[in-house]
Structures are given as C-alpha cells and as structure tokens.
C-alpha cells in the first residue's frame, strides 16, 4: 500500500515536470524578442507631441485674448471721439451759388486730425503728452453784448462758465451803458474770487463798423468782434470770444489749452458751420458770402491777438469786406460773413476746432453728428433766432440746461480756487472802460 502511494506521486510529479518545462522554455524564447521602451525624451516622440501641442494652444489662447484686449482699448477710443462724418466726393463751384469744399479738412465736423491719428497709431497715442493749462493761469473771455436781452443771455452764459471753471478769469465785456449796469451790478453780488471784469465803450466802436450794412438781427453790436485786435489791451495776446447765446457743459480751460496746437500761421480757431448757408443751395437764387466749403461758425472764435496784429489784421479785412460789398451789397451774418470772406482768401489762418465745441442748434443743423452722448457736449449755441424754440431732436434737454443756469442763483458760484493767490478785492474794482478804469456800481441785485 505504502508502495503504491509512492509510485503515484512520482507520477504526478514527472507530469508536471513535462508540463512546466515546456512553458518555461517558451516564455524564455519569447523574452528574447521583448524590448523595453525607453521614456519618450525627443519632441518628435507622440507623447511629448501631445504634452507641447497642449501647452502650444495655452499660448495661443493667450495672445487670442491680448489681441481682443487691445482691439477693445482701441474701440473705446474711437466711440470717447467725436463722431466721423464722410467727406462729399462732389465740389461746389467757385461761383456765388456755393463754395469749393475746405481741402484742410478730412472729418466734415470735426477738424481733429490728431484724434484720428491718435486712433489710427493705437496705444501708442496714450505716451503722447496732452497740454494742459497751469491751474492758476488766467483765462481771458472777451463778449460783445449790448441791452435787455443781449445781457439775459449773457449773465446764463457767465454762469454756466463759472459753474466749471477751475481757473482765474478775466471777462473783458464789450457793453452799452445798460448791459455794463447789469452786469456790474450782479459781479459785484455774486463776489466771485480770482475773477476781473473789464467793461468796453461799445458806442465808441460803432464808428469803426457803421458803415457796414448789416442785414442780421444783431444789429451793428454783431460785426464789433472784429475791432477786438484794438479794442483790448495792447499786451493781451490770445483770447476766447464767445456770443452771448452761448451754454457751456464743460470747463473753458479745456478750450483755451487748444491755442497749444495752433501751427504755422494760424491764428483763428473756429468751428465749421453745421447748416448749408455758405453752400448756397437752401433756396433759389440764395448768394452767400464767400466761404471755404461750409464755412465757418463765429459764435466761439480763439484768437492770437499778438499775431492778428503783426499780420495787420484791421487791414485785412477792412479790404476784404469792402471788396464783397461791392456785389453782396451787405452782410446778411454780420462779422461772420467778413470772417469767412478772409479765411477764404487766406486758409493759412484757420486752425478747425472739433466741432463738439459750438453745438450749433440753428434752422437745417447738422448738430447730431457733433455729439453721441450727453458726455460728449462742450458748448451749445442758440444761434437761431427762434431760440429756445428751435426745432432739434435733443431740444428739450438743451432747454433744460439752459433754463438750469438762467435760474441758478449767482451767489452759490462764490467759491475759492485752492493752490491759488487769493484775491482780495473780488472783481470790485475791476470795472473799466476803453478809456481807463471807473469806480464799480453799487450792487443792487442778488443775482439771477
């Protein structure tokens, strides 16, 4: 018994011996031709391809978002612009029925070409330094205005002009003996500090004028800013020169730091006119002044009186508007028509302000293409003779910033310029005529 269990397991076990021999043999012939892989170390090997295209458009998703990024910067510039207007393909003629198209100009409206550059060169603009003017640097304002209702919208004016103002003024008023008593008597209520006011003979200017027929409602007053350059002082060199119906939304230093950009012989600032009166074409047999294209609007007008005068000014444009009224016979725009007459004949002059500068709410405006939001407003003219009545898409709010100033009360513009010499007398004596300076008219109003 013993015997036979022994035997079977030397069975069993030579069994296996015959199995697993076999297997082994088989595994270790197959080994030989099993090479291990080594870690792919090359870029050309798939695995690291997948791991560097992966980081590659991680890249590209980068610049994908700079480029977006910096697409977006340039389109907030170009909407923080005042609005494009495409230039007509077709010229006016040269004859009385309309004027050639201004060549100076690309934007209809506009006149900035340093905006467009701005535009154009993208972030590189935003190294470029802007003028600015010094904080304590007095701003000259020189106004014509004469009786009741020339001074009403004078003293809104002057309101609105104080309102933003962060610099010294100094209004030099063109007046008759009614407008100079208003207003003396409101700068002396309101006692604004670091402002003068000076006060200027009109009825002594007439004679310069008066042998001007004028046809518009103005009247003689509305051809008196073109004497400015003897009127004022001899040593003031540059001026802003405002009409009485004018609103201002924004500070006036803003305006006055564009004289910086004047270039080469410029020396009159002006915005283009916004209706097709110097085209020629509003009605039949309508003949304007002379005029380069659209001409241009004297309702704010920057002057460099120093310049003016060197370039003998008075000269200029006494001939001029006596050489036109041989055939126009009169002016039917007052001092504008002779403005332009002189520009026409002489364009070097002309330095074209962007066109947000002298909103112009006149009959047959192109107004809207000056302005997008309300944020883009500068100045707003009422040179209509409707006035406050003139029909305008926007009329009710430009109404309504008329009629803010015109009721605010005069005393809450009494504020102090801080970092700046304080002034002591408060404009109290600084009333004067052409002739030298008057003592000032007792206050007797609270302010409008």
Not at 9 to 33: C, E, G, M, Q
Not at 57 to 83: K, M, Y
């Amino acid at each position: 018994m013993l015997g036979m269990c022994r035997g079977r397991r030397k069975f069993v076990a030579a069994s296996l011996a015959l199995i697993f021999i076999p297997a082994l043999t088989w595994l270790y012939l197959s080994s030989a031709n099993f090479t291990v892989k080594p870690l792919p170390l090359s870029p050309l090997d798939p695995q690291s391809s997948v791991l560097i295209g992966a980081a590659a458009e991680h890249q590209d998703l980068e610049l994908q978002l700079r480029d977006v990024e910096e697409h977006n910067h340039v389109l907030r510039r170009e909407i923080s612009l005042p609005p494009r207007v495409p230039t007509h393909s077709s010229h006016h003629s040269n004859s009385r029925q309309g004027n050639q198209l201004h060549t100076h100009s690309t934007e209809e409206g506009t006149g900035d070409s340093e905006a467009k550059k701005g535009v154009a060169s993208g972030n590189s603009s935003d190294c470029v330094p802007q003028p600015v003017v010094n904080k304590c640097e007095t701003i000259h304002i020189a106004i014509v205005c004469a009786g009741y209702n020339a001074s009403r919208d004078v003293v809104t004016l002057v309101k609105s002009v104080l309102f933003h103002r962060r610099n010294p003024l100094h209004f030099h008023f063109i007046t008759d003996s009614i407008a100079r008593k208003i207003l003396a008597d409101l700068f002396h209520t309101w006692m604004v500090p670091a402002v003068h006011v000076n006060f200027y003979d009109a009825d002594e200017l007439k004679s310069e004028v008066s042998w001007i027929p004028n046809k518009h409602y103005s009247g003689i007053y509305g051809l008196m800013k073109l004497v400015l350059t003897k009127t004022l002082p001899s040593d003031l060199q540059k001026v802003i020169v405002l009409d009485t119906d004018i609103t201002f939304a924004t500070d006036i230093a803003e305006l006055w730091v564009v004289f910086h950009k004047f270039k080469g012989q410029q020396v009159l600032g002006l915005v283009e006119n916004q209706s097709d009166w110097y085209l020629g074409n509003l009605w039949k047999n309508h003949r304007p002044w002379p005029a380069l294209g659209r001409g241009f609007n004297t309702g704010v007008i920057l002057l460099l009186l120093d310049r003016l005068r060197k370039l003998k000014w008075e000269q200029m444009w006494r001939l001029t508007a006596e050489r036109e009224l041989m055939s126009m016979l009169s002016t039917s725009l007052a001092d504008q028509d002779i403005f332009n007459a002189v520009i026409k004949q002489n364009p070097f002059l002309v330095h074209q302000l962007p066109c947000f500068w002298n909103v112009q709410l006149s009959d047959h405006t192109r107004s809207e293409k000056c302005y997008k939001d309300v944020s883009d407003l500068k100045v707003i003219h009422w040179n209509s003779p409707k006035k406050l009545r003139v029909k305008n898409k926007h009329v009710e709010f430009f109404r309504n910033l008329y009629l803010t100033f015109l009721e605010y009360d005069g005393n809450l513009l009494r504020r102090e310029l801080f970092g700046c010499p304080s002034e002591t007398d408060h404009n109290s004596e600084n009333t004067s005529d052409a002739r030298g300076h008057l003592p000032a008219v007792p206050a007797i109003l609270s302010g409008l």
